[in-house]
């Protein structure tokens, strides 16, 4: 194991994406094995010394930040142990970076449909953040496809949760025993949470809640997760993919409801025969003009663009094609200029242009040495084109530069604000509080995909109340009594007292 103790040898470890300042830390750990974080994690917990995890650091709220204490990378623990074909599972370890994973995982002819934005994040860090992307519109997040995790807690002790295996009984109790026979009880939380497809803010929680939930998302305060076993899925056959133009935000919407509707309906349905889309993206105004730096073709003077995907197969895929094309026309959607493919080249092309766009809001806000204020809310399905006029005339009325785009069909888009700046970043700092509050009236969430972190505990505060926060300080407190893990991610370390 590696241990290193000088600055410019653990430099890089002190931030993450979220581009939050003055990390510091005593010691980078790079263990190469389990039994070597168990060891770390004795001594930290004896000496109450803070320990932060640390994974690809892609993180945007700060989250894998230290502030003093110990860091453990899992960059070493970076194994694909297996992959059963016919079980359809695939065993892995947290270091493991996402886009390696999938790579393997498609040569095996297997699918793993989550599908953050940013591929080299770690396999742990998209448990610990319960990470999505543009896919879990059909798939789901994350925790859809976890089976089992090993855990090393706060004390050095070992966890294993198997999925369906221990849940909260009537007495709304979780009771765990350690590998080495200590055991935790827990009080499993009485939150609701919102009614949005999408949510990553504070600790899971249903009725008969699985402990296994409550580690995903749980953002590095519950425990060092050190080896996963997930769920694959047979690799779709094809896919029909489009990139079409409105002139008319009415008739984008209307499309958006219809195909979202559709979708769930058919979603039963495991032959890839009915209209059911993978994803549906969304593009304002402003986004095009965006990407069109990039892609100097995407057509001018629309309202906005929707990026579609649909799995086919071989008997399927002419029928679909005919649905899609009756839909957008009955819609409104400009198919003279839109783009349409079902090769896996262009499908390409359309990614990147997805992409194309958070490069070129990066590079805007880089020159004018600001930092993008980027929202991460979602909201139930009957407040999502309120929330959507909301952004549009709240950020249209403040004169600075913005773009809003993504996974529209989860009613979960980012509007990022670009100040030029110092006055319009404190502007943009106000529109961002603004629009918390109004999600939060709409019965949405703060933070449907990137976390809590160290950034946006304020907010989690006000979306959950007192009560239920200390209801997720006591789960905290029951694993990690003297507080050591992830402090301050997710709740002010005060909490804990
Ligand atoms: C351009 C860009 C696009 C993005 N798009 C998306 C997106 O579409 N969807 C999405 O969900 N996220 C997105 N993200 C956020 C980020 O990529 C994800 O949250 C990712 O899952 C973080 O993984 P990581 O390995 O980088 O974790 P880190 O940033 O290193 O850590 C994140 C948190 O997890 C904890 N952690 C890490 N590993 C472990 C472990 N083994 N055990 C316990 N805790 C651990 C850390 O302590 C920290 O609290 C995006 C980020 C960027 C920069």
Redesign the pocket.
């Known amino acids: 194991m590696q241990v290193k103790t000088q600055l410019e040898d653990f430099e890089n470890y002190l931030a ?2 979220s581009n939050l300042k003055g990390g510091h830390c005593q010691k980078l750990f790079v263990p190469e094995t389990s039994g070597e974080i168990s060891e770390i994690l004795r001594g930290a917990n004896e000496a109450a010394i803070p320990v ?13 930040i230290p502030f003093g204490g110990y860091v453990i990378s ?1 960059e070493k ?1 970076n194994k694909i142990e297996e992959i059963r074909k016919v079980e359809l599972t695939a065993i892995v370890q ?2 493991v970076i ?1 886009s390696d994973f999938q790579k393997v995982v498609e040569a095996e002819n297997l699918f793993y449909p ?5 591929w ?15 896919r ?1 519109f059909k798939y789901g ?2 925790r859809n496809y976890v089976q089992h995790l090993k ?1 090393v807690l706060a004390n050095g002790e070992n966890l294993e949760l198997k999925r369906g295996e221990i849940r909260g009984g009537t007495d709304g109790i979780i009771n765990l025993i350690t590998e080495q026979g200590n055991s935790i009880k827990i009080n499993v939380p009485t939150y609701k949470r919102p009614n949005v497809r999408k949510n ?1 803010s504070g600790y899971f929680s249903e009725e008969g809640l699985d402990a296994i939930d409550l ?1 995903i998302g ?9 080896e996963i076993k997930f769920s694959v899925l047979p690799k779709p056959e094809g896919f029909f993919s489009g990139i079409v133009f409105f002139s008319s935000e009415e008739n984008l919407l209307s499309l958006v409801s219809e195909v979202r509707d559709l979708s769930f309906a058919n979603r039963t349905s495991h032959v890839a025969n009915t209209l059911n889309a993978s994803l549906i993206e969304y593009f304002d105004a402003n986004s095009l003009e965006f990407i069109r730096e990039k892609f100097p073709e995407t057509p001018k003077n629309m309202t906005g663009a929707i990026f579609f995907e649909q799995e086919t197969n071989a008997e399927s895929e002419d029928g679909l094609l005919e649905d899609w094309n009756e839909l957008l026309e009955k819609h409104g959607a400009d198919l003279d200029r839109s783009w349409f493919t079902t090769t896996e080249t262009d499908r390409e092309k359309m990614r990147a242009f997805r992409h194309a766009l ?1 490069v070129a809001v ?1 590079e805007r806000i880089s020159r004018h040495n600001q930092k993008k204020v980027g929202t991460d809310m979602a909201v139930p399905d009957e407040n999502f084109a309120g929330f959507l006029r909301f952004y549009k005339q709240m950020l249209r009325a403040s004169g600075l530069d913005y773009v809003i785009f993504g ?1 529209i069909g989860d009613n979960h888009l980012h509007a990022n604000i670009l100040p030029k700046n110092d006055l319009e970043a404190e502007k943009a700092r106000h529109l961002y509080g603004r629009s918390i509050a109004q999600a939060i009236m709409l019965g949405g969430t703060i933070s449907a ?3 809590i ?1 160290k950034l946006k505990s304020k907010y989690l505060n006000v979306m959950m109340g007192e009560r239920y926060l200390n209801e997720m300080a006591g789960i905290k407190k029951a694993f990690d009594p003297k507080g050591i ?2 402090r301050n ?1 997710m709740f002010d370390a005060k909490l804990l007292g």
């Not at 080299?120 to 543009?134: E, L, V």
């Not at 953002?219 to 997760?225: C, F, R, S, W, Y």
């Open positions: 993450d994406a932060t995890i640390s994974g690809a650091r892609t993180g945007t709220v700060g989250g894998a899992l623990l947290p270091g996402l989550p599908d953050p934005t940013e080299s994040c770690q396999i742990g860090g998209t448990i610990a953040t319960n990470a999505s992307g543009a879990s997040a994350t855990i990553v580690f749980s953002e590095g305060t519950l425990g060092v997760i050190t958070p990066n996974h995909e990137h976390g972190g893990l992830g991610n």
